[in-house]
Every structure is written in C-alpha cells, then in structure tokens.
C-alpha cells in the first residue's frame, strides 16, 4: 500500500481528500494545514508521495515548503491549488514536481496522476541508482576513461584519466574539446592527426589497441607512455551519440618489459653458451627450442622442424625408455626422468655416453605444456670409469678378463641357469712347456706369444665364450647356454686347433701346443671356485697324458663325449658315402576345405634305421658344420625332385630346421639363392623350428625375422608336449604348427587343449603325427588341420648326395 501525505490548510477539504485516497488503496499517513507543520512532521515519516496545496494561509506557501523538503529528502511532490496563473506556474515549474493538479479536482485524474508520479519516480530512483553505481566502477578502475559527445566535448572522466591527463578534477575537463586538451602519439612516436575517439564515432566501430604510445599535455607539455583504444557509444537504432576514449599507464609494464629484455638477455646468453644442452619439446615430440649444445650432442640436422624421438641416434631400448619417462611425467608418477644412453654420431661416427633429464612444464591452469630437456655429455667421465674398470678386471697384458673377473662371470651364469636350466663348461688351457719358451727367446718374445695366443681364443667369442687369463699361460674359456658336453669338446678341439698355428717371431715360425681340462656344471661344481679347482684338476690329468691332450673331469662325461664323437664321424661319413636317404611324406588333410598339398622331408639313416628328426639329432650335429651341410644337400635333393615332378600343383614343403642355422648368419640367404636357381620360390618351403630351440627367444626372433625377409614361411614343431607351447605361438605367430607326442610323455592334455585352443584363435593351420596321436586323445584329430601318416608311408627320393 502506497503512503501519502497531505498539505492542505482547509481541514474539511483535506479529510475529504484523505477519505478517497483510502478509498483507492492509498494509506495516508499524515495530514498537515501549514508549511511548517509539515516539514516537522515529515522527520518522523517516510511517505512515497506529497500533495501539496500551494496556499497554505499565513507562513510559508507550499511552494517553499516543497523546495525546504526537497533539500534533503528525495519525495515526489504533486501540487493542488486553485491558481494556474503563469507566475504560479513558474515558480512551482522549478521546483520539478510530479503533477500540478488545478482544483476542483477529477478524483480519477488525481488518481491517475499519483500512480503516474510513484512509478515516475521509482523509474528515476533505479535510473540514478544505477548512474551511480556506474560511475564508482568507472573511477574504481585502473584505465583512465573519457566520455565525449557527440559534439567532441568531454562530458564525463574518471579519477584515472584525470592523473593521466594531469588536471585537477573533472571540472577542468567537462565540456572542453578532447583534441584540443591532449595530443596523442603511436608507438613510433608520431603524432596523431585525427582523434581516436573521433575516428571511432565517425566509423562506428571500436578502434585497435595502439600499445607503447604516449600522451602529452598541451598546456604542461609532459608526455605519458600510455596504451589506448577508442569505442563509439550507440543509442536508440544503433545510432552514435558519443564515444569513449580508455587510457591506460604503460610505464610499469615498459619498465617490467625493460627487465625482463635483459634478464632474456643474460638468460640466452647462458642459454646459447652452456656445456649443457637444453630444449624444449612439445607434447608430441617436436622440437620447438634448442640450444647449441643440443644439436652438437646429438649431431641434429639443420632443419627446424624436427622430431625428436624420430631425429635422435637412439637405440630401440633407448627410444623405448625415453616415450615411457614422458607417460609416467604425464601421468604424474615421477616429477623427472633420467636415463643414461650411448649415440654414434653419423657423420663422424664417434660415441658419446650422455645423460638425459627430462622434466614436465606446466601452464597457468597446471596442464602439461612442454618437455625439458637437459643433454649432459658423460663421454669423459664415462671413458675414465671404462678404463678404471678394465685395470681392475681385465689383464694388462692380453686383454682378457682377469681371475676375478672370469669368478664373477662365472657366478653370473651359474645364476642364469637357475632359470633357464642351461649348463656351463669351465675349460682351463695351459700352454705346454711354456717354460721353455720364455728361458730360450725371452720373456718379451713369451709375452708376444701369449698376446698373439689370446687374440686367437678371443677370435672364437661369438661362440657363446667368455675368455679370460688366469695367470702366466693359462687361459681360461666359459661356455654359457651349454646343452650338450659335446659342444664343449667342440669348442676345446677349436681353440687348440687355433693355438697350434704357427706364430712368427722376427721371421722364425714357432709352433705351440696345449692342454686343456673341462668342468661341467652344475654336475661337476656349483660355485665358481668349485668349476675352475674341477677343470684345473682335469688340466693336471690332461697333462699327464701328453702334449695336446683334452680331459673331462667326470670320467664318465669323458667316455659320452667320445661316444657322440664316433657318432658324428659316422653320420657324416654316411653323408659322403651317399648313405642318407631323402624322403617325402605327404599330409592328409582333415577336411575339403584344407586345399593345400603339404609336404613333410624326412632324412633317412640306412646304417642305422633311424631317421634323423631336428630333436634326435640336435646333440650330434649343433656346434658341428655338419648339419649345415646336410641341410643344404637337402634342399638339392627337395628342389631337383620338385622341377622334375609333372604334377601342376606347387606343395608346401616343411624342411627341417636344424639347431646349427642359428649360428649361421647366411645359411638362410644361402638355402634361398638355391632355391631360385631351380626356378622355384622361398615362398613353397617352410623352416620347421623345434620349440627347444626357442628358449633363446631374441636370437630365435632374429632368425625367424631373416626367414620370413627371405621370403619363407615357419613352422612350429612342437615335440613331446611343452608346456610353453602357448606362449611360443602367441611371440612367434608361425604360419603351421605340428605336434608329435611320444608314448614316454604322459598327462599332457592340460598343454595340449591350450595349445589346441591357442592355434584355433590365431588361425593357425594344425600338423598332427597320425599313428601317435591316436594314442593319445582321438579328440585331437577332429581339431588338426593336416595328419601325418605313419612313416613308414614315406616316399624315398634317392640317397642324398654331399654338397
């Protein structure tokens, strides 16, 4: 309910005004007759609204009463009276009221000109609320504001722009021509012709920022580095009824720009001329910054979009370590990543050891931003540490590991084969009556004949050897990865056939012998004081036997060697004498769909009845040439039956693989230039790989790697049940994979259902021996793709002649 107060000196009439406004709803909170009364009464109530008689009797009439109100309470005043001449009229005109009814009155139109007064009224009290409040937060912020007219005359600044154009207040500056107070420059120091502000009305568009311009003021004459911009203000129909002009003081940031020049100056200073390489790099590797150092430590090239983990010399170790330092900084598990790495620089090929620190920079919002490198050149530090290293473990004279040395290798395999079940060959070789040389030609000349000697052992290293010296001219060789004895006597007879060479000793040839005596482990010793105290015992037993004798430690491993030896002899004389036999035995195919002719070879032994499988034969012919001979007299025989055959249609042909075609890095490449010259194709044959074979998995990856570059495919031969069968196809994916079971290899089916299961979802076609299978589990039929018939179904091709 709206409150109003009434001034009227009549009392009746003012009761009867005071009636019909409750009868309208308004609540008429006070009554006065005079002027004075009516201001007295007025500090104690707070009406929205006035009448006011303008006759009030004696005292003070109600236009002076209004204007005393009006001095300091903000009350819409409406005027009734019985004058309406022009002088009334005009004295009551600037006292600005809300009505000026004329009595008599209308009692609606009275009505309808207070409702009209009270929302009048409200309206301008928002308006002037808002005013206000607008121009607190124009004089609360930091850029100096100017509001021009249309005309050019400034009609409203704030605080800021008064300092900035260094004038009193804001009375110096109303209604003044903003072009003619200041002048305006650029950031070039020229000064601007046309006004910002003038230029922005006229266009009706907001001017762009001119940062590092200045100002001056035309009267003083001093010039203020300032930023400033220009906006037209738009009225009713988007029509431009003035402008606004910012300012703001850009001397602080100049000075900070200033120090922050200079500290980017000393920064890329030490940037450019630091030892330590640094860049910075983006989260998907490319280079954005370096310094010199970067690029020499790394020998980049001069191109400036560059990748880093596709341009640096790094190894695929080193590149692998490096993506998973930056997922575990993005990932927040560490704050930074070192790794130590070695580069071979391209053009130069020079080695570098560096240490690479990598941290992860963060925006405002703590979101990964970029990579920071830090490149330390470790070559120095490294190459002092080689050679401490190789003084303390390697002997002076020769090279070759040093006593300690050779123990801590020695224990390190033993450790190894704790898990991979490999055995170790500990021999010790002594030169024979090396005394005799030394008193007869010197100790200089015997020094030259065990350097010389040394470097002959050192020659047989990519046997799976680890050589030492023991001391005076004892040498010592370690076998890791042993399988057999026989491979131990291999090397043994190798390395004293390399000794027996002669040497040439300022042109007089002198020729030498030696003996040698081999531990086994772990049957003949667990320990590396036990391995060397068995193999020096053999050496004592070998010695006793004569110049150039070889000894076992264990008698009976001994007697075995001899054994496979004669064996050897035998096989290949058998090969020389044309008594192996080649044969073909073809797959039956489980099913119509299998429409590939699959054949299998098979090396027959006459002498003995016995065929010569990758398993059977692998202790006889491993570290001999043998069986790379009779590999290659395989292939003739396969390949001269396939281009005599008149049958159209092109078999798969499984050759065996044996175990000595990992030690040959070009027996494959050789197996296929034989193949081409027969006008036939790699693709038609398949190297069968037992899966003994693959227990050393990354020389097994590279060999299958080199046959299937050939152009050959690869067959898994899964003999006598593994339980490593799965994992075996799942790293190697073969195109076939055959199982043969033996009656000596119970409880297998757990191996073979996952093996089964493993071959069906990576599509891999099944080779099953048929006459062992069905001993076994005939439910294995139904899962096989091919089945090999009994042997005795073979087809010979003739005796196999050597190559």
């Not at 722009?161 to 002048?183: H, P, T, Y």
């Not at 190697?732 to 994979?737: I, L, Q, R, S, T």
Request: charged share 25%; with cysteine; aromatic share 8%.
């Amino acid at each position: 309910m709206k409150r109003l107060f009434i001034v009227e000196d009549e009392a009746i009439i003012a009761m009867d005004l005071a009636e019909q406004l409750e009868e309208f709803g308004f609540d008429v909170v006070g009554v006065a007759h005079d002027g004075e009364s009516a201001i007295e009464q007025l500090q104690d109530l707070d009406p929205e609204l006035i009448l006011m008689d303008i006759v009030l009797g004696n005292g003070i009439d109600g236009i002076e009463t209004a204007e005393e109100i009006l001095k300091s309470r903000s009350i819409p005043v409406i005027f009734l009276t019985a004058f309406s001449d022009k002088n009334t009229v005009e004295r009551a005109a600037k006292v600005a009221p809300y009505g000026y009814i004329t009595k008599p009155y209308n009692a609606q139109a009275l009505r309808a000109s207070i409702e009209i007064a009270l929302t009048k009224h409200q309206l301008e009290h928002k308006l002037l609320y808002k005013e206000r409040w607008f121009s607190h937060i124009l004089h609360a912020v930091h850029d100096g504001i100017i509001a021009v007219g249309i005309d050019g005359l400034i009609h409203f600044a704030n605080a800021e722009a008064c300092r900035l154009l260094e004038v009193g207040g804001v009375d110096d500056l109303i209604r003044k021509d903003v072009s003619e107070l200041i002048q305006l420059y650029d950031q070039n120091g020229t000064a601007l012709t046309a006004s910002p502000v003038a230029s922005a009305m006229q266009r009706n568009a907001v001017m762009p920022i001119v940062f590092n311009g200045s100002v001056k003021n035309i009267n003083t004459g001093h010039r203020i580095f300032i930023d400033f911009s220009a906006a037209p203000v738009r009225g009713a129909a988007n029509r431009v009824i003035g402008g606004l002009l910012a300012l703001r003081d850009a001397s602080h940031r100049l000075q900070i720009e200033s120090e922050i020049r200079k500290s980017d100056g000393r920064f890329q200073a030490a940037f450019n001329n630091s030892s330590v390489g640094v860049g910075l790099v983006s989260l998907n590797g490319g280079l954005i910054e370096h310094n010199s150092a970067f690029s020499e430590l790394f020998d980049l090239p001069q191109v400036s979009d560059i990748n880093i983990t596709e341009a640096l010399s790094l190894s695929y170790n080193d590149r692998t370590k490096i993506q998973e330092g930056h997922l575990s900084l993005l990932s927040g598990q560490v704050s930074s990543f070192q790794h130590e790495l070695k580069v071979q620089l391209k053009e130069s090929h020079i080695e570098r050891w560096l240490m690479i620190n990598i941290s992860l920079l963060h925006d405002k919002e703590s979101n990964p931003s970029y990579y920071f490198y830090q490149i330390y050149d470790l070559t120095d530090r490294k190459r002092a540490e080689q050679k401490l290293y190789h003084l303390a473990n390697y002997d002076a004279l020769t090279g070759l590991m040093n006593l300690p040395q050779v123990k801590d290798e020695i224990t390190h395999i033993i450790e190894l084969n704790e898990y991979d079940q490999n055995g170790i060959a500990v021999i010790t070789i002594d030169i024979d009556d090396f005394d005799v040389i030394n008193d007869q030609y010197g100790i200089a000349v015997g020094d030259h004949i065990l350097t010389e000697l040394a470097t002959r052992l050192n020659d047989l290293g990519h046997y799976n050897l680890a050589i030492g010296r023991l001391g005076g001219d004892r040498f010592v060789l370690i076998m890791h990865s042993l399988e057999s004895v026989n491979q131990a006597m291999f090397i043994t007879n190798r390395a004293l056939d390399e000794l027996k060479e002669p040497i040439f000793v300022d042109d007089q040839e002198l020729l030498v012998t030696a003996c040698a005596g081999i531990a086994i482990g772990p049957d003949d010793g667990i320990t590396a004081d036990t391995l060397l105290n068995a193999s020096a015992s053999a050496l004592q037993l070998a010695k006793v036997n004569g110049r150039g004798q070889i000894h076992f430690y264990n008698e009976d491993v001994a007697e075995n060697v001899k054994g496979r030896i004669n064996n050897e002899i035998r096989i290949t004389s058998a090969l020389a004498d044309g008594r192996l036999t080649c044969q073909f035995l073809k797959a039956t195919p489980v099913s119509s769909d299998c429409a590939q002719t699959i054949i299998k070879v098979l090396v027959y032994w006459e002498e003995r009845d016995y065929f010569l499988t990758p398993d059977s034969f692998f202790n006889i012919a491993n570290y001999s040439g043998l069986s790379r001979n009779l590999l290659l007299a395989v292939v003739e025989k396969v390949c001269s039956e396939l281009k005599n055959s008149k049958d159209t249609d092109k078999p798969v042909v499984i050759i065996p693989f044996y175990p000595a075609i990992l030690q040959s890095a070009e027996l494959v490449k050789d197996v296929a230039v034989r193949i081409r010259s027969y006008g036939l194709e790699p693709c038609q044959f398949v190297f069968g790989l037992t899966g003994r074979l693959m227990t050393d998995g990354k020389a097994a990856s590279l060999k299958i790697n080199e046959i299937k570059q050939e152009g050959f495919q690869f067959c898994l031969n899964l003999f006598n049940g593994q339980s490593a069968s799965v994992d075996l196809l799942y790293n190697f994916a073969p195109e076939y994979c055959e199982f043969a079971l033996t009656d000596d290899q119970p409880n297998l089916a757990i191996y073979l259902d996952a093996t089964m299961a493993m071959t069906q979802a990576l599509k891999i076609p099944v080779i099953l021996c048929d006459d062992r299978s069905d001993k076994r589990d005939s439910g294995l039929k139904d899962k096989a793709t091919y089945l090999l018939p009994d042997r005795y179904q073979a087809i010979d091709l003739g005796t196999i002649n050597k190559d």
